[in-house]
T-cell receptor
């Protein structure tokens, strides 16, 4: 079946860049997403990228997509304590009609 | 930006009762809403796709008689957990997709359901 894989934890020092990686299996994915979830809260859309793009930048966030390797990454520049959360990678298949398939989430831990 | 409101945010009830959760798109019309379930420290699993004016489409393994979905208007979908039992305790999150245009889906803040 279709799968989205992420490492479970990432620890970085405050001020450094964080890079969260994700691999997916469905080559027909039209959009790929990054969501942020803080404890006890819902999901906040951070950014998304269309499958025909290979990079998207939005302030401190940079998304890189390698469609050949089915690899997606999220880079957070100048990581702050407020960035501590779980980050979910998700893919959407079939032109938007389907729900999303999520990875298990990467817990970003910020060291002072 | 787009806002999706989910109510209630937390429910505690006795085993055997039914619980209704509402999902509203506040500033846009949503022909399609999605219901997800999240177990502690796990990912979100799609339960069903709710389409305005038609029957919901359930994912494999999700009991449609247990999880009743009604999408009566372009801004409201409801999920009713019928005859809830402790194993139904979970975090339920809805998302909504705009009527026109493409992505993305916007999520509500979730409902934490605890069945005693």
């Amino acid at each position: 079946g279709e799968d989205v894989e992420q490492s479970l934890f990432l620890s970085v020092r405050e001020g450094d860049s964080s890079v969260i990686n994700c691999t997916y299996t469905d080559s027909s994915s039209t959009y790929l997403y990054w969501y942020k979830q803080e404890p006890g809260a819902g999901l906040q859309l951070l950014t998304y990228i269309f499958s025909n793009m290979d990079m998207k930048q939005d302030q401190r966030l940079t998304v890189l997509l390698n469609k050949k390797d089915k690899h997606l990454s999220l880079r957070i520049a100048d990581t702050q304590t407020g960035d501590s959360a779980i980050y979910f990678c998700a893919e959407n298949r079939g032109g938007g009609a389907d729900g999303l398939t999520f990875g298990k989430g990467t817990h970003l831990i910020i060291q002072p | 930006g787009a806002v999706v409101s989910q109510h209630p945010s937390w429910v505690i009830c006795k085993s055997g009762t039914s619980v209704k959760i509402e999902c509203r798109s506040l500033d846009f019309q949503a022909t399609t809403m999605f219901w997800y379930r999240q177990f502690p420290k796990q990912s979100l699993m799609l339960m069903a796709t709710s389409n305005e004016g038609s029957k919901a489409t359930y994912e494999q393994g999700v009991e449609k008689d247990k999880f009743l979905i009604n999408h009566a208007s372009l801004t409201l979908s409801t999920l009713t957990v019928t005859s809830a039992h402790p194993e139904d305790s979970s975090f339920y999150i809805c998302s909504a997709k705009r009527m026109t245009g493409s992505q993305p889906q916007h999520f509500g803040d979730g409902t934490r359901l605890s069945i005693l």
